[in-house]
């Protein structure tokens, strides 16, 4: 087993002690599992639905609740059942549905928390400890304007641009982008850190790059659902 260089001893013999008692107790996990990575709401179909499992032994409330982001406060959705019962390894569809009195212009991004509220769980055995753990999922929400065709790769679109220190991505398309923190300047290989890991349509970000002189760079881009793919390389104008 690896081990991290330079990490405190007194901190290792406490972090080895609570993982001892945890293995010493029943750990149970209450998690409710959507079917999906993402939420893609439509607005052609006004609606989509995604089917949540109660992965637990025992029965659970499912509660459900929507997020906005800093950048967009907008409410722009409802969703139905907010909360349910649902039995073991049962599933509940949960609805979310546009209410937008415009139509959409571009992408818009919000989150959606899938929490498991654990109802009437057996006492545990004689001399045996339980410990219960509440799972939440927290996912993206993705409202995809009607007519908008779909874009597999939106960040090749990005423009990325260098002046006085200052490394700026520009996203000037429909669709919001999703990629790592992380980006590599070439031939350099000076690196610098963006802060998120998403690009909102018409957004653009400026950090400080450790390199003037780069002509390209290098980042981790995300398919809509969350999966990382081959790095990508941009060309970068000064």
Same mark, same amino acid.
């Given at each position: 087993?690896? @081990?991290?260089?330079?990490?405190? %001893?007194?901190?290792?013999? *406490? %972090?080895?002690?609570?993982?001892?008692?945890?293995? *010493?107790?029943?750990?149970?996990?209450?998690? @409710?599992?959507?079917?999906?990575?993402?939420?893609? #709401?439509?607005?052609?179909?006004?609606?989509? $639905?995604? $089917? #949540?499992?109660?992965?637990?032994?025992?029965?659970?409330?499912?509660?459900?609740?929507?997020?906005?982001?800093?950048?967009?406060?907008? $409410?722009?959705?409802?969703?139905?059942?907010?909360?349910?019962?649902?039995?073991?390894?049962?599933? &509940?569809?949960?609805?979310?549905?546009?209410? *937008?009195?415009?139509?959409?212009?571009?992408? =818009?991004?919000? =989150?959606?928390?899938?929490?498991?509220?654990? &109802?009437?769980?057996?006492?545990?055995?004689?001399?045996?400890?339980?410990?219960?753990?509440?799972?939440?999922?927290?996912?993206?929400?993705?409202?995809?304007?009607?007519?908008?065709? /779909?874009? =597999?790769?939106? !960040?090749?679109?990005?423009? !990325? *641009?260098?002046?006085?220190?200052?490394?700026?991505?520009?996203?000037?398309? /429909?669709? #919001?982008? =999703? @990629?790592?923190?992380?980006?590599?300047?070439?031939?350099?290989?000076?690196?610098?850190?963006?802060?998120?890991?998403?690009?909102?349509?018409?957004?653009?970000? %400026?950090?400080?790059?450790?390199?003037?002189?780069?002509?390209?760079?290098?980042?981790?881009?995300?398919?809509?659902?969350?999966?990382?793919?081959?790095?990508?390389?941009?060309? #970068?104008? $000064?």
């Amino acid at each position: 087993m690896q @081990m991290f260089s330079g990490f405190p %001893s007194r901190l290792l013999q *406490s %972090s080895i002690g609570a993982l001892a008692l945890l293995l *010493s107790a029943q750990v149970q996990a209450d998690g @409710m599992v959507p079917d999906t990575s993402v939420v893609i #709401v439509n607005e052609a179909d006004g609606e989509a $639905s995604v $089917s #949540v499992t109660n992965t637990d032994a025992n029965l659970a409330l499912l509660h459900v609740t929507l997020e906005n982001i800093a950048e967009d406060n907008e $409410s722009l959705l409802i969703i139905t059942p907010p909360l349910a019962r649902v039995e073991a390894g049962e599933a &509940q569809l949960v609805r979310f549905i546009l209410q *937008s009195e415009k139509p959409l212009l571009t992408q =818009r991004l919000k =989150r959606v928390i899938f929490e498991g509220i654990p &109802q009437g769980k057996p006492a545990a055995e004689a001399g045996q400890a339980r410990v219960g753990v509440t799972v939440r999922q927290n996912l993206p929400v993705i409202l995809h304007p009607k007519g908008l065709a /779909p874009n =597999r790769t939106p !960040w090749t679109d990005l423009q !990325w *641009s260098l002046k006085d220190g200052q490394l700026t991505v520009r996203n000037d398309t /429909p669709y #919001v982008v =999703r @990629m790592g923190q992380e980006v590599q300047l070439l031939p350099s290989a000076g690196n610098a850190m963006l802060p998120k890991t998403y690009l909102l349509p018409g957004e653009h970000i %400026s950090i400080k790059a450790p390199d003037g002189s780069a002509t390209q760079v290098r980042f981790q881009p995300a398919t809509v659902y969350g999966f990382a793919v081959p790095h990508y390389e941009a060309p #970068v104008k $000064s």
